[in-house]
């Protein structure tokens, strides 16, 4: 039998916010298990749905993602006002993408900020060579927003099961910031993702 049962699907409504061009729409098609595409395409407004077992629940994943330096304030307040999770994305390669992490974590903040985890994410960490933000930069902005950091590579699928498996269990146990700080590393059992394992180096709470 088929363990999602349509009746009792939650849904987890994810936004997926940042600068142009640092791989939202990646990091979107990434979770729905498509290949990476190295070419660059503009697209508007992108949604993907996905349905998933976590901690013997059924979800379905709800995954939005707009276009990069889009400011429109009513665009932007529709898409947040209901979303239960902010996939805040930067460039690990480009430095002006942390610019775009401001401005968005203050928009969450004004519009949905008791409503929706905030998750940071840094992506292309696969680019060693062209990285422009290191260790010392994640922690400063870990000391600034206090929120969970992942750090990911849509190219290579670094820590994308494990982002995923995160954002799962944060909304099953109605996880909010204040409650994410504290959970422990070593609770984080992969238990649906037996094949991947959690690179604790990756997590910065
Ligand atoms: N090396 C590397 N390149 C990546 C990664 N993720 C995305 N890219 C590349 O970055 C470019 C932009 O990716 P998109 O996913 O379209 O970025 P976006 O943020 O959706 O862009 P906009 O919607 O225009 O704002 C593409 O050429 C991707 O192939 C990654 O993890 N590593
Ligand atoms: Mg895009």
Known sequence: MNPINEEKEIPVKIVIVGAKSIGKTSLSNKFMNKNFDKEYKVNFINYNRKKINCLNKALILKIWDLVGNLRDKYVNEKIYFDSNI????????NLDSLDDVDYYYNEIKLNNYENCC???VGNKCDDIENRKIFKKDI???KEK???PY???SCK???NIKELEYFICRSHIQNIRYESIKRISLNSLSLRHYESH???KKCFIF
């Open 86 to 93: 902010c996939l805040i994305l930067f460039d690990l390669t």
């Open 118 to 120: 905030m998750i940071l």
């Open 139 to 141: 922690k400063q902005l």
């Open 145 to 147: 927003y206090k929120i």
């Open 150 to 152: 992942f750090e990911i």
């Open 156 to 158: 290579n699928g670094r």
């Open 197 to 199: 394992r959690i690179q």
